[in-house]
């Protein structure tokens, strides 16, 4: 399985940014699909997660009203828009798969990994 972010960038604080991760290889519709963040220096953190169906989403608290994950099963992608952006939102963001089919917000709950897209927010 291969998961390929893209859609990361620079933007001013308050700016919008959609990320979309499109996986190939495996059909990931059973998964649980989720999106995690690094900053530098920093450990990796869970940011949002969406149940199989998209029927149940999960979020961080620090993006909670701000970011809102979804998923098209057809397309075998995932998305999360980004709005009212802050400079502490400045990090690589992954996208994973969990095998869990409701929502999972744990790194050793999910089995594929993309490989990272840099958001970068101007103050």
């Known amino acids: 399985v291969q998961l390929q972010a893209s859609g990361g960038g620079l933007v001013q604080a308050g700016g919008s940014l959609r990320l979309s991760c499109a996986a190939s290889?495996?059909?990931?519709?059973?998964?649980?699909l989720g999106w995690f963040r690094q900053a530098p220096g920093k450990e990796r953190e869970f940011v949002a997660s969406?149940?199989?169906?998209?029927?149940?989403?999960y979020y961080a608290d620090s993006v909670k009203g701000r970011f809102i994950i979804s998923r098209d099963n057809a397309k075998n992608t995932v998305y999360l828009q980004m709005n009212s952006l802050k400079p502490e939102d400045t990090a690589v963001y992954y996208c994973?798969?969990?095998?869990?089919?409701?929502?999972?917000?744990?790194?050793?709950?999910?089995?594929?990994w993309g490989q990272g897209t840099l958001v970068t927010v101007s103050s």
């Open positions: 994973a798969a969990s095998r869990f089919t409701g929502w999972a917000t744990k790194n050793y709950e999910h089995d594929y």
């Open positions: 290889g495996r059909i990931l519709s059973s998964y649980a």
């Open positions: 969406i149940a199989w169906n998209g029927g149940s989403t």
